[in-house]
């Protein structure tokens, strides 16, 4: 099996890895606040919305790489 380590340069691997991180330093700032308002002033059918939509589009990402494959 062949390794793709050389997919693009070095310098472009260097700065997506610095983004890396953000989404982890940034979820516990923001998502307090969010969630607090999604609990004290939204109904809970919005909140049922929002998961059920982000499972879908979840479920939706994962499962398009495996469309050329055929399912049972």
């Not at 516990?28 to 004290?40: A, H, R, S």
Request: charged fraction near 20%.
């Amino acid at each position: 099996m062949h390794r793709r380590s050389h997919s693009f340069a070095r310098m472009h691997k260097v700065s997506a890895i610095s983004w890396l991180p953000i989404p982890a330093l940034v979820g516990p700032i923001v998502g307090p606040p969010i969630g607090g308002v999604l609990v004290t002033d939204l109904d809970w059918r919005w909140i049922f919305y929002i998961i059920c939509s982000d499972r879908n589009g979840r479920n939706s990402r994962c499962l398009a790489p495996c469309s050329e494959f055929q399912r049972c």
